[in-house]
């Protein structure tokens, strides 16, 4: 692993903000010649961040890792953090917790259930996620401030929040710094700058990361995100406020960054994927899955990068002159044989409905 994150290589005093290392840098990039080739489409590209840590991948150790490092400079004993029932952020946040001693405590509501679902859940029981069921968004939030107001009473430091996906300002300066790292790839010409970059967007972290990074790192390239969440959660409006609200923490530790301010005209938000319900199977994003499969050989799932696939392949129909890059947040890492040495009857029982 490179030790230090290109971000803080070029500003680094922002080395203050906590870090630890998670990430392989850089993650590859890789032509997508034989799927641009079956639908008619220019020069496509792929950030392979589904590799960006050999144990459980895609775009969540970007954003733990400052999570984590600000957790620990902190003498947190472990934090909350909350997602639906097939939550891969709940499976990377088990997964990398484990490295750092932090207990991790998930709040898991409903979506439409499917097998992965049903792994998720097992492989969080089985990687020591303490998980509580809420069912509804509403609880989620009530069971979540009762996990952070019942660890006050525990001999351990209280436990803290690390909100959904990890995206807060903080865990967004993890993708500012993904974006100097592709700037530092297009330098060294291992791919040529992309016209756009696509991207799921469902706690809004990586896309406002990208959009903030880009304009950071002097790259040219539009930032085009999938909704594959509900839109109050996410909107242009609410990607541009958190991609503010992360440079100005950056320039609270580094006046040398640059002043920025976003508004919701300086992205594309992409928004016929999402299917109505955050997890919902769409024909368009399984098409896209079978197609990734067939002819890249890239496993993807139906709830983000499916969707995100489907979204590129369909908004470029219009117009692929220009090279366009598929930013890749899934985990590419098997957990299956976890999952397969865990019973249903070994969770805790609210979660045992759903194998039922």
Not at 24 to 34: D, F, K
Not at 154 to 164: E, I, K, M, N, Q
Not at 269 to 286: H, M
């Amino acid at each position: 692993m490179n030790d230090t994150p290109y971000l803080i290589k070029r500003f680094p005093k922002l080395a203050k903000l906590g870090w630890r290392e998670l990430v392989s840098r850089p993650t590859p990039v890789q032509g997508m010649h034989s799927l641009a080739e079956a639908h008619n489409l220019g020069e496509l590209w792929i950030k392979r961040d589904d590799l960006s840590n050999s144990g459980y991948g895609g775009n969540k150790p970007r954003k733990l890792e400052f999570l984590f490092g600000d957790l620990l400079d902190k003498g947190s004993s472990g934090f909350v953090t909350t997602g639906g029932i097939g939550t891969n952020h709940g499976v990377a946040c088990a997964f990398h917790a484990r490295s750092f001693g932090l207990r991790c405590h998930v709040v898991l509501f409903d979506q439409p259930l499917t097998d992965h679902c049903r792994k998720a859940l097992k492989i969080m029981h089985s990687l020591g996620a303490e998980m509580h069921w809420a069912g509804n968004y509403a609880m989620t939030a009530i069971k979540t401030l009762g996990v952070m107001a019942g660890s006050r009473f525990s001999a351990d430091p209280p436990v803290r929040l690390v909100l959904p996906g990890g995206s807060n300002a903080l865990g967004t300066v993890g993708f500012v710094d993904a974006a100097f790292e592709l700037a530092d790839q297009v330098a060294a010409k291992e791919l040529p700058e992309p016209k756009r970059i696509y991207c799921a967007v469902g706690s809004c972290g990586t896309c406002a990361g990208l959009l903030a990074g880009t304009r950071l790192a002097g790259l040219k390239t539009e930032i085009v995100g999938v909704q594959v969440a509900p839109g109050f959660v996410v909107n242009p409006k609410a990607i541009a406020h958190l991609a503010n609200r992360t440079i100005d923490l950056m320039r609270s530790v580094d006046d040398s960054v640059p002043q920025m301010e976003f508004t919701r005209n300086d992205l594309r938000l992409l928004t016929d994927q999402y299917g109505g319900e955050y997890g919902r199977v769409t024909e368009a994003g399984q098409r896209a899955v079978d197609d990734a499969m067939e002819y890249e050989q890239l496993r993807l799932e139906t709830t983000y990068t499916g969707k995100a696939m489907a979204g590129m392949l369909a908004d470029l129909k219009d117009d692929s002159r220009f090279p366009s890059l598929f930013w890749n947040t899934y985990n590419s890492v098997d957990l299956s044989s976890i999952a397969e040495q865990v019973s249903c009857e070994e969770l805790p029982t609210p979660f045992r409905r759903f194998f039922r």
